[in-house]
């Protein structure tokens, strides 16, 4: 597989998450590793996000309106003792063929063990697709578009992108 460094950026609801999964469901032959972030949502209203580990399936919070956490973003409670927890199985990642990471953004950028373990990642020589929050200036996310080749995607392009990026890895 050539090396590659994708960061996928786009709007609330455009796909991205999607995006990752579709790309995870079709990779044969590839030891793979890492989460994306799923909204939750009571009587179709959206109450929070859980991080979904991608090989295991189990779970963690991220973030909950009822969370009574004094970090927020925005109407939701950060779970930052399950973010840091992600960042420990992160480090677990390195011997995976590809990461993937989904979300950079706003909630996970709030625990400083989990920057650090993305940093990590970054600085070594990994195959890795992550997720950027579209509007951030977090200096780790500058240092992605930096560093990444940066694909934005929108409902009209996300199923060709899935295609473009299973083309790189081939």
Known sequence: MQRIRIAITGKPGCGKTTLCERIYQRIEGI????????????????????????????????????????????????????IDEIADRIASYTRKDLIIIDEL??????????????YELI??????????????????????RREFEVIEINKENREQMVEKILEKMS
């Open 31 to 82: 030891d793979c590793g890492g989460f994306i972030t799923k909204e939750v949502r009571e009587r179709g209203v959206r109450v929070g996000f859980k991080i979904v580990d991608l090989e295991k399936g189990d779970e963690k919070w991220l973030a909950h309106v009822r969370n009574p956490s004094k970090i927020r973003v925005g109407k939701y409670g950060v779970y930052l003792d399950g």
């Open 105 to 118: 953004g706003p909630m996970e950028l709030k625990s400083k063990k989990f920057v650090n373990s993305i």
């Open 123 to 144: 600085d070594g020589d990994l195959n890795l697709i992550f997720t950027i929050h579209l509007k951030s200036k977090h200096p780790l996310l500058n240092k992605i």
